[in-house]
């Protein structure tokens, strides 16, 4: 109990725990980002071996099980078993200089750029609302955001293994209410999931064309369960603009062709994040410059 009044009275610890939590968890996100997406195509891969031949296919069995725990961490280029000193966030890509330890292969900068992120967006979600059950609900709700955003980057997949259940989360935590009542959290659940869907299906009828995946309107239907319909224009305008100069930026700078897809998961979460604080100040903000208040 002494430890939840000091964390409630000073913000200075307050804040620190919340970032050595927020690296300690980014360091499990790279874990998650990186292993389930192979252990859906394993999933997957399994079930269609059943069945094209009616029973489990022995070559996919024999596969080394995989899951979020096991086995420990290797080094993708000689299989080095990372050890709990070379697994302390940033601090151990910081000391073994950005290289494996055993066959000195170039770790990847972007598990200690997860971590930080991690840190600084639990920080400022820690800042804005304060030593409340809100912020600990919007911290595991940043913590997905960031997994999703990075899968759905790396492979144009949003998994229903997170949206889902953070989908229900917030449609169970209109309950008390923590964010906004229930009839709110629900209709925004059902606006989010049909907005992108009616978007979704005349795209289709106009061009022939997959505008989107259903990912996309799981994930805005979980945006919309846990801050309501009000604020879906706000994300889809801001997701909207964010993925349009982004988009052209990859487009005059890399050359990337206009035909190659480009995933939305990560404007629409960087958008919700944004909602989730800043939402009603930027919604104030603009009806006050448009003189509609």
């Known amino acids: 109990m002494a430890i939840i009044e000091l964390l409630s009275t000073s913000p200075a610890f307050y804040f620190s725990v919340v970032g050595l939590l927020g690296l300690t968890v980014g360091s499990f996100l790279n874990v998650v980002i990186y292993r389930l997406p192979l252990m ?34 290797r080094c993708p280029h000689c299989g080095h078993a990372i050890t709990a000193l070379e697994n302390i966030p940033v601090l151990s890509y910081l000391w073994l200089r950005g290289r494996c330890s055993d066959c000195g292969a170039k770790i990847s900068a972007r598990y200690p750029i997860i971590e930080t992120a991690t840190a600084l967006l639990s920080v400022a979600v820690a800042w804005h609302f304060g030593f409340s059950w809100p912020a600990l609900a919007a911290l595991f709700f940043t913590w997905a955001l960031i997994a999703l955003t990075m899968i759905d980057f790396d492979h144009q997949l949003l998994p229903d293994s997170i949206t889902l259940p953070f989908l229900w989360l917030g449609l169970a935590l209109s309950l008390w209410p923590v964010f906004i009542d229930s009839p709110t959290a ?7 999931y049909l907005s992108l869907w009616t978007v979704y299906w005349a795209f289709k009828l106009i061009t022939g064309k997959e505008g989107m995946g259903y990912g996309d309107f799981k994930l805005l239907a979980l945006l919309g369960a846990w801050m309501g319909w009000q ?10 603009a964010v993925g349009a100069v982004v ?8 050359g990337r062709s206009r035909n190659i897809p480009i995933p939305f998961g990560p404007y629409l979460a960087a ?10 100040d930027i919604s104030d903000a603009y009806l006050r410059f448009s003189g509609l208040q």
């Open 186 to 192: 629900i209709i925004g659940a059902i606006a989010g």
């Open 40 to 73: 859906m195509e394993h999933q997957w891969r399994t079930h269609c071996a059943e069945m094209i031949k009616g029973g489990a296919d022995n070559t996919v069995n024999t596969e080394e099980k995989l899951s979020l725990s096991t086995p420990r961490s």
């Open 271 to 280: 958008a919700g994040w944004i909602a989730l604080l800043w939402g009603h």
């Open 247 to 254: 988009g052209i930026t990859l487009i005059l700078a890399r």
């Open 231 to 240: 604020m879906l224009p706000v994300i889809i305008l801001l997701s909207s």
